[in-house]
């Protein structure tokens, strides 16, 4: 199954310059983007599940703080990254994952 | 006969109903059954919980039970009784995913409904002392699939990473999310989803210490273990079910943000009109999905939350299938403020006792709380 993740923690890195934040974002605290997304598209290559999440570019005026999506969701990536009050803690793969390499699909488990 | 006698003999209990399926679901079923033991007319929940898909298998395969199997007395304590030497119908299967993601089941037969209940998640856990707050899709993915080969500090001890096996609920979730192949997790196996707890609380290596399990088992064990917060592949960060670690209102659930969630299935063997062939089985599964008002002593919905699922009244978001695509969501008759009242102990709702005491925002009054709808 063809599956395509976009990175919105990327994407939001990109428009707002900065790394994730380790909290989420309030209305007060969302950013106005200053160009359009650039989504990082990476293809899933594990055993086809359905955990991906499929997805189009973000539209720029959805974008928040942090790369959090502030309107209203319809599809499972917006849901998965609405801005919301709530305790979030970024898992940083690239740093804690050595196997992991951005861009490219997972080894396949042994 | 003696009390001694009834305890041991299965078939000697009032209005037995037998049940097969996961741990997961055994708390609220345990639950349920303990109203039901002292209900006015009583009946009696006898439940084995030898793995989720067990339980689907064995009702396509008419499979008997036997053994022992455990039974709810009045006050809530489980018991255990013997089964018929000769083998005992399942009435029922229950577990925390659907038929066709367990092993052998390619489709579920036209004579057995899926009836479906409250939400349960699933989640990651660590001891409490460990310093991990968090984990992703990938993460997760090197360390159940890959063990110590997997590098993915500081979860790479194989004899610490607590699995289950294929016919888990937690691990066919933990696998749909992750895309280990269910059958391909590393770690040792801890049979049930207690066994999870106990060896991932109990572990002399916590930092190294992780397990899966569904989430009402986990929030009541809170006090040995912690649910990490999972960051979903294309998720900008990790969130636990609840908006903080030590909340339980789940908000993280009810709105979409965390993502490994489904409802409870019970399966039954059904007729026609697609009810279950069973009465009694009908009425025990219809507390679940709403349809048959429970007895007076059973409160469902307050069983349901202070059980750590989330009934789908209180749900703004939905989906199909296991780990389907989320939808929003607007239950007909939402209880989110009740849900909020009685999992956390408050609620910014307007209190009331007739529509009269509610505002226009929310002008009807449920379950003492004025809601939308």
């Not at chain 2, 064995?58 to 709810?72: C, E």
């Not at chain 2, 037969?109 to 856990?125: A, R, V």
């Not at chain 2, 397990?211 to 636990?240: M, P, W």
Request: net charge neutral; with cysteine.
């Amino acid at each position: 199954m063809k599956r395509i993740a976009i990175i919105f923690a990327a994407a939001g890195s990109l428009l707002l310059g900065g790394a994730l934040a380790s909290a989420c974002s309030s209305a007060s605290e969302e950013a106005t983007p200053t160009r359009p997304p650039v989504p990082i598209v990476t293809p899933d290559s594990d055993s086809g599940s359905d955990a991906g999440v499929d997805s189009a570019p973000v539209d720029p005026g959805c974008l928040g703080a942090a790369g959090c999506y502030k309107c209203e969701p319809v599809k499972t990536e917006e849901f998965l990254n609405a801005c919301t009050d709530g305790q979030c803690t970024p898992f940083d793969n690239a740093a804690r994952l050595p196997l992991f390499k951005a861009g490219q699909g997972l080894p396949p488990v042994p | 006969m003696s009390g001694r006698a009834l305890a041991d003999d299965c078939s000697l209990l009032p209005n037995a109903i037998y049940g097969l399926g996961g741990s997961a679901t055994k708390p609220i079923i345990g639950k349920v059954a303990a109203g039901l033991a002292a209900a006015p007319t009583p009946a009696t929940i006898v439940y084995q919980a030898p793995g989720a898909c067990l339980g689907i298998n064995g009702l396509i395969a008419s499979t008997l039970l036997t053994g022992t199997a455990s039974y709810w007395d009045t006050a809530g304590k489980e018991q255990s009784c013997t089964l018929p030497v000769g083998g005992q119908a399942i009435d029922f299967a229950a577990m925390g995913n659907s038929a066709t993601s367990c092993p052998g089941v390619a489709s579920l037969p036209t004579d057995i409904g899926d009836f479906q209940g409250p939400i349960n998640t699933y989640n990651l856990i660590v001891p409490k002392a460990s310093s991990q707050s968090s984990i992703s899709s990938e993460g997760a993915y090197f360390v159940f699939g890959f063990g110590q080969l997997g590098q993915a500090q500081p979860w790479i001890d194989d004899t610490q990473i607590f699995r289950r096996d294929a016919n888990s609920a937690a691990q066919l979730f933990i696998a749909l999310s992750t895309g280990i192949p269910a059958e391909k997790f590393k770690g040792v196996d801890t049979k049930t989803n207690s066994g999870t707890v106990t060896a991932v609380a109990q572990s002399t290596k916590p930092e190294a210490a992780i397990g899966l399990v569904s989430g009402e088992v986990a929030d009541a064990n809170r006090l040995t273990v912690r649910t990490l917060a999972y960051q979903h592949k294309g998720q900008r960060c990790g969130f636990t079910p609840d908006s903080t670690v030590n909340a339980y209102d789940k908000k993280n659930v009810r709105n979409g943000q965390y993502f490994i969630w489904a409802p409870i299935h019970f399966f039954a063997k059904i007729d026609a009109q697609k009810k279950p062939v069973n009465p009694e089985v009908a009425k025990f599964l219809g507390y679940f999905t709403g349809e048959v008002e429970a007895p007076a002593n059973i409160d469902m919905l307050t069983i349901e939350i202070k059980s750590g699922n989330v009934p789908r009244c209180a749900m703004n978001v939905t989906r199909e299938g296991d780990l389907g695509e989320l939808k929003k969501y607007t239950p007909e008759k939402p209880c989110g403020c009740f849900f909020e009242s009685v999992a956390t102990g408050a609620t910014s709702c307007t209190a009331c006792t007739t529509n009269v005491n509610c505002p226009t925002s929310a002008p009807v009054c449920r379950r003492n709380f004025c809601e939308a709808r």
